[in-house]
């Protein structure tokens, strides 16, 4: 396949390309010729105004359904969402059915996605059927590609078989990455337990369920000196304890979702199922400080926590309603909205998170494989249905106005243009 990009401006500081405008000619997966003027026969052309040019970005936690719950997203639509949001690599949690916590699971998410757009990157559960109890066969399975650990949505709750997981991996430079959820704290808590949740009558679920789950979580490492990644925190105390401990120089970093940054508990006001989520969206003050934290340095990236959910477990009674939603194709335009600048977002999405999984980051360079996401920075829009590829529809962004619009991917020698481009 050939492709010619056509006046596009580069975003790669590590380049010598960085803010120029040019052309890239893409033969056979391989970015072949980088010139200002480049006049040459091409199977599809990427022309426009305002197109930007950066190394593929990458995401860290979502789930694809497949195997098991096939009718909210499969691999194959799962890797549609995330070309659709700009995503070239995406690690998907082990929670599927069965879960993937053995060697063969994690060769059938290789195997099956070969021959998609997007690569997937397996994320091998902790313990055996992400239950918490025994550990999985991680030595197996991270030299079958599993990329990190974690028991997803499941979160290591036993301080002892977490010590154990740190320990197991220090041979790998391996990385865990938990979801920060003390589930003996709030356990039916269906929001942020607050004054907007005794407004609405509705149970609610402390902020100390996270916070003390990340401080014990950090004293594990100080003892281990292993690795871990804190997924979806969500408050300020969350923030300040992981700054702390990168003072100290642990190894330890963090993520948020595109929906704590953006929404808070008092968008629940009118019972939206969509904003249904773990960790539940928290108090103003508690949003502003992520903000802060991705503009300071202390909150590494972004993780879209892509979580399909079908239409019958949404569109019933808050209390009924399952938590998630599906986010990957607003995360950019989520990001810039609040105000996260293009050059944060891209150094956190193509760099940062690459460095934390210990994965090789792309160049924008003649010879090399063209792995590369087109976007344009300043587009405003308004967030619709229509810019969802998932199965599912959960996305609470819909009808939002966003900053910031993908057009497509180019990886693996595939180019998948968004149809709104």
Known sequence: MKVLIKNATIYSPSSPLHG?????????????????????????????????????????FANFCDPGQEFKETLESGANAAAGGGFTEVMLIPNTQPVVSNKSQVEYIIQKSKTLPVTIHPIAAITKNAEG????????????????????????????????????????DGTIIQLPDDKSIGAHGLMNEGAISTKLGLQGKPALSEELMIARD??????????????????????????????ENLQ?????????????????????????VNPPLRTKKDRDALREGIKNGIVD???????????????????????????????????????VSTERFLQMQTQRIRQIFNLPIPSIAEGEKANLTLFMPDEEYVFEET????????NAFIDKNLKGKVIGIINKDRLFLSATF
């Open 218 to 247: 950090i004293e594990i490492v100080r003892y281990t000196n292993s690795k871990i990644h804190f997924t979806g925190i969500s408050t300020k105390k969350s923030v300040e304890l992981i700054a702390e401990a990168k003072k």
């Open 133 to 172: 109890k025994e550990l999985s066969e991680m030595f197996d399975m991270f030299h079958c590609g599993a990329v990190a650990f974690s028991d997803g949505t499941n979160p290591v709750q036993s301080s002892g078989i977490l010590q154990k997981a740190l320990e197991y991996i220090l041979p790998v």
């Open 252 to 276: 330890v970093s963090c993520s948020v979702t595109p929906y704590h940054l953006f929404f808070c508990d008092e968008d629940l006001n009118d019972y939206d199922t969509n904003l249904k």
């Open 387 to 394: 810019n969802i590829y998932s199965k599912s529809k959960n």
């Open 20 to 60: 120029k405008i040019t052309s890239i000619f893409i033969e056979n997966g391989i970015i072949s010729k980088i010139d200002k003027d480049l006049n040459v026969d091409a199977d599809n052309i990427v022309e426009g105004k305002d197109v930007s040019v950066s190394v593929g970005w990458m995401d860290c």
């Open 301 to 339: 990236f972004i993780a879209s926590h892509h979580q399909p959910q079908d239409w019958d477990q949404k569109v019933c009674e808050f209390q009924y309603a399952k938590n998630g939603m599906e986010t990957l194709e607003s995360v950019f335009g989520a990001a810039q909205i609040c105000g």
